[in-house]
T-cell receptor, first 115, second 114 residues
Framework: AQSVTQLDSHVSVSEGTPVLLRCNYSSSYSPSLFWYVQHPNKGLQLLLKYTSAATLVKGINGFEAEFKKSETSFHLTKPSAHMSDAAEYFCVVSDWVGSQGNLIFGKGTKLSVKP | EAGVTQFPSHSVIEKGQTVTLRCDPI?????LYWYRRVMGKEIKFLLHFVKESKQDESGMPNNRFLAERTGGTYSTLKVQPAELEDSGVYFC????????????FGPGTRLTVL
């Protein structure tokens, strides 16, 4: 069965410092992986996606993630945090076992950014 | 282009009552998905429509939940009768194609059952 594990429920960083949100996945197939972000009172927004092209994926707002098959990881990074990055982030795998790519979510990581 | 919209944004009902949630997908998106996040848990898939047909409803928790998508446009999710454990945030998403492509999410409906 496919699954994702987000290793941290909360991450706190200072503004201007790097961000690392960790995600490990389990999949019997070549996975499609996503990072979504949810700001308070907003819908989920796609940050970036990996679909077996380049292993380093660049997303919006300066975020990027690297697909590492050997480590079954898809960690999200950003070189310098901004106050507006404070939100909840979800690592997601597309469920190819089910029909047409239903999404399987990790439990989420809440990112706090201190001034 | 308008995004996915959901109505209402919040709903507070008593146990045993009925509630109907509505989702309007992005125009032209054949695929419509419902997800739910119960407090403290991960977001979980409920069901998937392709146009007006239910493609996969394996995530529906029980027969108190009924989803429809008449005409292949908007969708409703009815909970009847509601139970305490149904409280959570219900998300709707739509996509043009299935198969791992980007799903566009609505803001969610927060349901509280007292």
């Amino acid at each position: 069965a496919q699954s994702v594990t987000q290793l941290d429920s909360h991450v706190s960083v200072s503004e201007g410092t790097p961000v690392l949100l960790r995600c490990n996945y389990s999949s019997s197939y070549s996975p499609s992986l996503f990072w979504y972000v949810q700001h308070p009172n907003k819908g989920l927004q796609l940050l970036l996606k990996y679909t077996s092209a380049a292993t380093l994926v660049k997303g919006i707002n300066g975020f990027e993630a690297e697909f590492k098959k050997s480590e079954t990881s898809f960690h999200l990074t950003k070189p310098s945090a901004h106050m507006s990055d404070a939100a909840e982030y979800f690592c997601v795998v597309s469920d190819w076992v089910g029909s047409q790519g239903n999404l399987i979510f990790g439990k989420g990581t809440k990112l706090s950014v201190k001034p | 282009e308008a995004g996915v919209t959901q109505f209402p944004s919040h709903s507070v009902i008593e146990k045993g009552q009925t509630v109907t949630l509505r989702c309007d997908p992005i125009s032209g998106h054949d695929n419509l998905y419902w997800y739910r996040r119960v407090m403290g848990k991960e977001i979980k898939f409920l069901l998937h429509f392709v146009k007006e047909s239910k493609q996969d409803e394996s995530g529906m928790p029980n027969n108190r939940f009924l989803a429809e998508r008449t005409g292949g446009t908007y969708s409703t999710l009815k909970v009847q009768p509601a139970e305490l454990e149904d409280s959570g945030v219900y998300f709707c998403a739509s996509s043009q194609d299935g198969g791992g492509n980007e799903q566009f999410f609505g803001p969610g409906t927060r349901l509280t059952v007292l």
